[in-house]
T-cell receptor, first 113, second 116 residues
Framework: GDSVTQMEGPVTLSEEAFLTINCTYT??????LFWYVQYPGEGLQLLLK???ADDKGSNKGFEATYRKETTSFHLEKGSVQVSDSAVYFC????????????WGAGTKLIIKP | GAVVSQHPSRVICKSGTSVKIECRSL??????MFWYRQFPKQSLMLMAT?????????EQGVEKDKFLINHASLTLSTLTVTSAHPEDSSFYIC????????????FGPGTRLTVL
């Protein structure tokens, strides 16, 4: 069945470091791909998404490119801030679903000043 | 942006009692709402899909008689955990789809249920 695998955390970085959080998926067809973020004490928020191969989603300095050849959707940011500390979830929406999402396990990101 | 609230944020109950969790879309109408369960350090597990005015669709392995879902209006869905037991302790999250909008789900902040 469809699945999403993302790197285990926590990931600890210093402020202004480069960030990569890996996400790979298994799915039939061409699913839409998402990154959600959960800040402490808050609900999940959509960070960015891509709906077809080679699409690049971007928001708040974060980027992720839909790579069908490697079935990946890695999240990157050039210079992280303390305020980026949160849990990041990669997810896919099945093509045949009623907007149902398949989730990765989440990666906790800790940014130290 | 679209806001979804959940109430209560935390609840502690005794084994055998029932607990109701509310999920409200505050500034938009949601024809579809989802209920998830999240275990510590694990991903979200979809429990059921709730469509306004119709019966919820439960995922395989989720007991529909234990987890009662009611989606009576376009802004409110409720999840009732009946005869709760300690193994039902978890973090429950709802999300809502904006009616007529894109495929973006808007999430509530979650409810922490502890069954003693």
């Amino acid at each position: 069945g469809d699945s999403v695998t993302q790197m285990e955390g926590p990931v600890t970085l210093s402020e202004e470091a480069f960030l990569t959080i890996n996400c790979t998926y298994t799915a039939t067809g061409y699913p839409s791909l998402f990154w959600y973020v959960q800040y402490p004490g808050e609900g999940l928020q959509l960070l960015l998404k891509a709906t077809k191969a080679d699409d690049k989603g971007s928001n708040k300095g974060f980027e992720a490119t839909y790579r069908k050849e490697t079935t990946s959707f890695h999240l990157e940011k050039g210079s992280v801030q303390v305020s980026d500390s949160a849990v990041y979830f990669c997810a896919l929406r099945r093509m045949d679903s009623n907007y149902q999402l398949i989730w990765g396990a989440g990666t906790k990101l800790i940014i130290k000043p | 942006g679209a806001v979804v609230s959940q109430h209560p944020s935390r609840v502690i109950c005794k084994s055998g009692t029932s607990v109701k969790i509310e999920c409200r879309s505050l500034d938009f109408q949601a024809t579809t709402m989802f209920w998830y369960r999240q275990f510590p350090k694990q991903s979200l597990m979809l429990m059921a899909t709730s469509n306004e005015g119709s019966k919820a669709t439960y995922e395989q392995g989720v007991e529909k008689d234990k987890f009662l879902i009611n989606h009576a209006s376009l802004t409110l869905s409720t999840l009732t955990v009946t005869s709760a037991h300690p193994e039902d302790s978890s973090f429950y999250i709802c999300s809502a789809l904006l009616a007529g909008g894109t495929d973006t789900q808007y999430f509530g902040p979650g409810t922490r249920l502890t069954v003693l």
